[in-house]
């Protein structure tokens, strides 16, 4: 059986994919500053879901229609969701919008 931190999990802030144990060692690529997920297991709890539909594999961000179409064009390379279920934080949507 395969621990929880082997499961895969959608940042609930840009639909990044990767491990919980990843989010835990090296936080979200795109969103780290902002959600401080790095060595805070209880932080990627609430800022990743496990509930997604789909995968992107994105390689070269800037030239994909389909990045474009998902608006993640100006995001790193890597698996992204193409829908996540769930919601970040009230006090971290605000910071996410530059608000807080």
């Known amino acids: 059986m395969a621990s ?5 999990r959608s940042c ?6 990767q491990r919980a144990k ?14 401080e997920m790095m060595q805070d297991t209880d932080q990627v709890i609430r800022c ?7 995968l992107i594999a994105l390689i070269k961000p800037e030239e994909s229609w389909v990045a474009k179409w998902q608006r ?10 193409v829908k996540t279920e769930g919601n ?11 608000g807080g």
């Open 72 to 81: 993640i064009e100006k995001r790193v390379p890597g698996l992204y969701a």
């Open 22 to 35: 990843e989010f835990t060692q090296r936080g979200c690529p795109n969103c780290e500053a902002i959600l």
């Open 48 to 54: 990743t879901t496990s509930n997604y539909d789909g």
């Open 12 to 17: 609930l802030g840009c639909k990044f994919v």
């Open 88 to 98: 970040l934080p009230q006090d971290l949507q605000e910071r996410m919008r530059g």
């Open 4 to 8: 929880r931190a082997d499961h895969l």
